[in-house]
Every structure is written in structure tokens, then in C-alpha cells.
């Protein structure tokens, strides 16, 4: 009868702080906490603006209008570039396409 190869099971995995040093690595912990949140409320926000956008280009375009409305898209942009620099204007391009699609 073959034996199975033996797993090292001491407990839960650590989870890799990139510090031995317990109280930083305790406080990257709960750090990390908080980002994680942060992360599911912008992917459920993202997801939700793309739909939004989605439904207002389809709302229009049955109604006999455009696709795009850049002076729109021209307000988006320049409060993204306004509140996060030339990175808030990368991040509105890619928002604008999520809902819109690519041009
Ligand atoms: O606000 C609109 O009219 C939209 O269609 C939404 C949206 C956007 O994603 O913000 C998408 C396409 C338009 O060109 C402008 C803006």
C-alpha cells in the first residue's frame, strides 16, 4: 500500500507581511483589512458606473441620439485630472470605456 506524500500541516498558513517584526506585521495586517474593503467597494462601484453607462447610451441611442457625448466626457475627464492629476485622467479613460465600450 503506496503512502500519500505528507503535507507540513503546523496550522494555518502565515500570511506574508513581508516583516517578521509582530507588531508591524499585526498592523499590515489590519491594514490590509481595510484596503481589501476598499478594493470590493471600487470593483462594485466600477461595476455599477459601467452598467449606469451602459444604459444611458442605450437609452439615448433608442431614442434617436448619439452614441457619445464629449462635452461630457470632456467634464468627466477634467475632474478626474482636477482631484488625481494626469493618473485621474488614465483612470477616466478607462472608466469612460467600461461604459461606453471602446471607440
Ligand atoms: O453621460 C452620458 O451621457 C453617458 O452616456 C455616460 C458616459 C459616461 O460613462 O460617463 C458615457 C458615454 C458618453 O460619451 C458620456 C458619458
Do not use: C, K, Y
Not at 29 to 43: F, M, P, S, V, W
Amino acid at each position: 500500500m503506496s503512502t500519500s506524500p505528507t503535507v507540513e500541516t503546523a496550522g494555518p498558513a502565515e500570511p506574508q507581511t513581508g516583516t517578521a517584526e509582530p507588531t508591524a506585521s499585526a498592523r499590515i495586517l489590519e491594514i490590509r483589512g481595510r484596503i481589501n474593503e476598499i478594493d470590493h467597494a471600487l470593483i462594485a462601484l466600477w461595476q455599477e458606473r459601467a452598467a449606469l453607462s451602459h444604459e444611458v447610451g442605450a437609452t439615448r441611442m433608442a431614442s434617436g441620439g448619439t452614441r457619445l457625448v464629449l462635452s461630457r466626457e470632456r467634464e468627466i475627464l477634467e475632474r478626474f485630472r482636477v482631484a488625481l492629476g494626469a493618473d485621474g485622467t488614465q483612470l477616466a479613460l478607462l472608466l469612460l470605456r467600461a461604459g461606453r465600450g471602446p471607440l
